[in-house]
T-cell receptor
Framework: QKEVEQNSGPLSVPEGAIASLNCTYS??????FFWYRQYSGKSPELIMS????GDKEDGRFTAQLNKASQYVSLLIRDSQPSDSATYLC????????FGAGTTVTVRA | DTAVSQTPKYLVTQMGNDKSIKCEQN?????MYWYKQDSKKFLKIMFS???????INETVPNRFSPKSPDKAHLNLHINSLELGDSAVYFC?????????????FGPGTRLTVT
């Protein structure tokens, strides 16, 4: 299985702050990258996809991809208590390879 | 109007039994998957079917046998259940069998083997 590494958590941020999540992957030829959010006891929910180098913004979420460094990140701006969940980085090479996840807790 | 559904949601059984999990998607997708999420929350691919054809078979014991009667359904049959099979099993689907397409997950089936 191709390796996907995420920064170890848990990550605790105050409400309104920026949560920064990092992910590195081992296969240089990987092309498609996804961030999933998983609430406790629920299924993974797709929140962002990114395929090209640079930034991609969707609401309060920004994904960043640097293929040369084999690095993808997710920023959550203006963090809300409802953002408290585990965030899974995934690389898609015909099958999704997931990182172990980073648990984020937003303190009210 | 559930997109990807699984039954049952919970399954408690004893070692040595045989059980099945069913998955259905109404998204019109061509590709379906089974994933296993263990107690440490690590999510790993098991199988993938594209238009009823098996295309990915990870190193999964032969006791696990997927079956796709049509492209909207993917079932998972498990023989001779073992304690280590306890996990949450997720079904997912994708429009096409290409890396650029997102995968959408069902609600999961929590299997507990006692």
């Amino acid at each position: 299985q191709k390796e996907v590494e995420q920064n170890s958590g848990p990550l605790s941020v105050p409400e309104g702050a920026i949560a920064s999540l990092n992910c590195t992957y081992s296969d240089r030829v990987s092309q498609s990258f996804f961030w999933y959010r998983q609430y406790s006891g629920k299924s993974p929910e797709l929140i962002m996809s990114i395929y090209s180098n640079g930034d991609k913004e969707d609401g309060r979420f920004t994904a960043q991809l640097n293929k040369a460094s084999q690095y993808v990140s997710l920023l959550i701006r203006d963090s809300q208590p409802s953002d408290s969940a585990t965030y899974l980085c995934a690389v898609n090479d015909y099958k999704l390879s997931f990182g172990a996840g980073t648990t984020v807790t937003v303190r009210a | 109007d559930t997109a990807v559904s699984q039954t049952p949601k919970y399954l408690v059984t004893q070692m040595g039994n045989d059980k099945s999990i069913k998955c259905e998607q109404n998204l019109g997708h061509d590709t379906m998957y089974w994933y296993k999420q263990d107690s440490k929350k690590f999510l790993k691919i098991m199988f993938s079917y594209n238009n009823k054809e098996l295309i990915i078979n990870e190193t999964v014991p032969n006791r696990f046998s997927p079956k796709s009667p049509d492209k909207a359904h993917l079932n998972l049959h498990i023989n001779s259940l073992e304690l280590g099979d306890s996990a949450v099993y997720f079904c997912a689907s994708s429009p096409r069998h290409t890396p650029s397409y997102e995968q959408y997950f069902g609600p999961g089936t929590r299997l507990t083997v006692t």
